[in-house]
């Protein structure tokens, strides 16, 4: 059973502070690192899908890095707005024949207070 | 473009009732698809993933079943409901090559009574 842990599970923060939130998965046998945001009453929607070791990808205000030598991914959003608030998910997919299946973390649940 | 299409959105039924969910994908062709399901308090669980017609994977022992009968059609079914079957469904697709995301439907609320 391959275990992916985000951290913290919740969190609150003011508008127009940066926020950070980690995400841990096997360093072994490691193909791809997805991140979706997924917010109340709507789809999951991937932000990014991250292959190399020491990658770094942004979309507007959000950026996040990987290390698949150690196991882990930060997602980071700067200035955090109200319309950010959303359940972040971070998916593992393993090489070899896993046929793009995605071990997901349990989320970390951000609220943005205006 | 791309879309997916998930159906019903909501569905309260009893317990030992049969269950249908249906999910189509159109503007592309071969796709992977897959069956998530969201318990109460737990993660996103892959049920099920398809990489061709009449192709299923099991992930998890349970009390469903899926089937593509058509390429780009993906169905979720059981024939006696448990109460442990409810949840959040959601169907994904996604090329079986490349590095792109799952694009998801928008999921049926799963209610056993």
């Known amino acids: 059973i391959l275990n992916v842990e985000q951290s913290p599970q919740s969190l609150h923060v003011q508008e127009g502070d940066s926020t950070n939130f980690t995400c841990s998965f096997p360093s072994s046998n490691f193909y791809a690192l997805h991140w979706y945001r997924w917010e109340t009453a709507k789809s999951p929607e991937a932000l990014f899908v991250m292959t190399l070791n020491g990658d770094e990808k942004k979309k507007g205000r959000i950026s996040a890095t990987l290390n698949t030598k150690e196991g882990y991914s930060y997602l980071y959003i700067k200035g955090s707005q109200p319309e950010d608030s959303a359940t972040y998910l971070c998916a593992f997919n393993a090489g070899g024949t896993s046929y793009g299946k995605l071990t997901f973390g349990q989320g970390t649940i951000l609220t943005v207070h205006p | 473009s791309q879309t997916i299409h998930q159906w019903p959105a909501t569905l309260v039924q009893p317990v030992g009732s049969p269950l249908s969910l249906e999910c189509t994908v159109e503007?592309?062709?071969?796709?992977?698809l897959y069956w998530y399901r969201q318990a109460a308090g737990r993660g996103l669980q892959l049920l099920f993933y398809s990489v061709g017609i009449g192709q299923i994977s099991s992930e998890v022992p349970q009390n469903l079943s899926a089937s593509r009968p058509q390429d780009r059609q993906f169905i979720l079914s059981s024939k006696k409901l448990l109460l442990s079957d409810s949840g959040f469904y959601l169907c994904a697709w996604r090329w079986g090559r490349g590095l792109k995301g799952y694009t998801f439907g928008s999921g049926t609320r799963l209610t056993v009574v």
């Open positions: 503007g592309t062709s071969n796709p992977n």
